[in-house]
Structure formats: C-alpha cells, structure tokens
C-alpha cells in the first residue's frame, strides 16, 4: 500500500490541524489571504511499552485525546482566521479554573468536550436504546435479533446525522478542508514532491479517516451488545451499552489499524462502507486549500525546518522590497535631476 504515514489530521475553521508523533500543527487561511500557523510539542500518552499503548487501551486513548484535541483545534482556529471569540466565561468556569490551577479556556474546552460526548452519548445511545424498546420491547423476538434491530436504529441515526450536516454551508466547506487533508497525506504516501498540482491528482478518501473509525465504532457496537444480549430493564441496558462503550472504542481502533495496514479482499470489505462514507464527508478541495493542509503537514513533520524556511523567505522577502526601495528612490533621483 505504500508508504504509510505518521501523520493524521483534522479540518479546522479554515484550515487544516495535522498530528505528528511529536506535535500539534495547525494552518489557517486568514481574511487577506495569508496564512496563519501554530504549532504545540504534544505527544500521545498511548506510548509504546506503556499501559496507554496496550492494544485497545490505546484506542480508548486516542479516542478521548481526538475530542479534547479537537475541541481545542476549532476554537484555536477561530482565533488565527482572525474571528474574535467574546463570549465572557463565567463566574462558575473562573472559579473552576481557579481550584484546577488550569487556564479558563482548558476549562471551556473541558466543557465543550464533556457537553459533546453527552450529547452523542443521547443521539446514537440513548435514543436507539430508546427505540429498540418502543419497537422490539413486548415482542417475542429472540434476545439476538432485538439487539440487532438496536444496533440498526443507531446507524441509520448517524448515518442520517452525517446527511444532514453535509447540508450545511459552512459544513462543506469544512467538508473541502476534509479532503485537502486526505489528499496533501495520500501524496506524501506516493513520495511524491508535495505540491497543490500534485495532491490535487489524488484520491480525497483515505483507509485512515476518523469516518472509517466512527462507521466501525457503530458497526462493532451492534455485534458486540448483540453478543451481551438484550436485557428488558431499560435503564440497565442503556448502561450496559454506555460502560461497554470505552471497549468498543478500543477494539474498533485496533480493526481499522488494521484495515489500514494490510490491502486484501477481507481489508477492503472492512474498509469499503467508512471509504463510501467519506464521499460525503470529504469534498473536493481548491488549489488554495491543498495550499494551506501542505503547510499544516510541512510544519508538523519538522516544524525546525519549517521555521528555518520561514524565516529564508521572509528574508529574501526583505531584501526584494530593499532592492525596490532602493530602485524606486534612484528612479525618484534621476527624475528631480
């Protein structure tokens, strides 16, 4: 399958946030037209030798880290596409911040993370337990088939939940981002120089993508609690699929590394519904876009070597505007003679 990279990413606000091993990387078009980058040294504590890098301790990990990553990202965003954030926080969140010794805004976004994972929690678990009751509940269907039939209420809720979102304006647009990222990543996996021209000839769905990964979360959730079975006490299913959840996570991860790793008829089968997924997820990006994710990847692959030609360019930037000056203040002298 080629070459495979370290590096995977996320739409922003704008623009594109690119993980490495080592950091966080972010790249956003600003309203002039330039663009504006941040980078944070970062690792993941799902290190290799650890408890944290178990497999499917790992996926818990990493699944916990991309909502809180992502979380920040899209504020962090916001903030380089030069949109001013004035909400005011709170009494509550300043005292709060005050007792953690942390800052107000890892308290928000602690907030907006805790907040999300609720309300996924209500939309793909609670409301489809919810439902299988309604439906299946007094029925004399075996255990194995109302547990099924659970399971298939929760995908077509998500399915129907990426469709509508896809509707969105500024959603497709985030969705371009989407597919900048994938195609600026799928080019560095070919070795091929990383330009707009050339990642633009690339696919804008990628084996990796936090789509595949949510698509197995759900499909791995309905054969799993179909193997636990159907107890007819709501409340405690409802907790069975929700303490279950952090494992079905972490096996979920350990399928698509795999999946991801290894090209053959049972891989592709796995990874065929998340890949169709991204058709919507993924749309496809402008030049300008693939501009701005090539830079997110540049700076998070060596963000040392992004600085030092940073720092070239804007210095034959400086010398350029002297020479003109320079031209222009003699053109100036020659007119006054």
């Not at 005292?95 to 953690?100: E, V």
């Not at 696919?203 to 159907?230: D, E, K, Q």
């Not at 303490?243 to 796995?270: C, M, Q």
């Not at 830079?295 to 992004?306: K, S, V």
């Given at each position: ?20 091993p ?27 030798g ?7 301790v ?47 805004e890892?308290?928000i976004?602690?907030?907006?993370v ?37 399971g ?44 707009p ?15 595949n ?78 501009e ?5 990847f ?40």
């Amino acid at each position: 399958m080629g070459k495979v990279c370290t590096v995977g990413g996320q739409a922003v606000m704008e623009g594109v946030m690119m993980k490495s091993p080592t950091g966080i990387a972010m790249a956003v078009r600003k309203p002039d037209g330039t663009i504006a980058t941040q980078y944070k040294p970062e690792k993941s504590r799902a290190q290799k030798g650890t408890f944290y890098g178990l497999p499917v301790v790992r996926g818990v990990v990493a699944f916990v880290e991309s909502l809180s990553i992502g979380m920040g990202t899209l504020t962090e965003s916001a903030k380089l596409a030069g949109e001013e954030i004035d909400e005011e926080p709170s009494k509550f969140e300043k005292w709060l911040a005050a007792k953690l010794g942390k800052s107000v805004e890892s308290v928000i976004i602690g907030f907006a993370v805790v907040i999300a994972v609720c309300l996924a929690v209500g939309l793909f678990f609670v409301l489809p337990t919810l439902l299988g009751s309604l439906i299946l509940g007094g029925s004399e269907v075996a255990s194995v088939w109302k547990s099924l039939t659970e399971g298939l209420v929760r995908l077509l809720i998500f399915l129907g939940y990426i469709v509508l979102c896809s509707r969105v304006k500024d959603v497709r647009r985030v969705f371009m981002y989407h597919g900048a990222e994938h195609k600026t990543i799928a080019c560095y996996e070919a070795e091929e120089p990383l330009t707009p021209e050339n990642a633009m000839k690339h696919s804008r769905l990628h084996p990796r993508c936090g789509t595949n990964y949510l698509f197995l979360v759900m499909a791995v959730s309905i054969l799993f609690f179909a193997a636990v079975g159907w107890n007819a006490n709501f409340l405690v299913r409802l907790a069975s699929r929700i303490i279950f959840l952090p494992l079905v996570a972490g096996i979920s991860y350990e399928v698509l590394r795999f999946a991801a790793k290894h090209d053959n008829l049972l891989t592709r089968i796995i990874r065929a519904p998340g890949m169709g997924l991204q058709y919507i997820t993924t749309k496809e990006p402008t030049p300008d876009m693939l501009e701005v994710a090539i830079t997110a990847f540049e700076l998070a692959m060596d963000p040392e070597g992004f600085a030092a030609k940073q720092a070239a360019a804007e210095t034959k930037e400086g010398e350029t505007a002297a020479v003109e000056t320079a031209a222009g203040q003699t053109e100036d002298a020659k007119a006054s003679d």
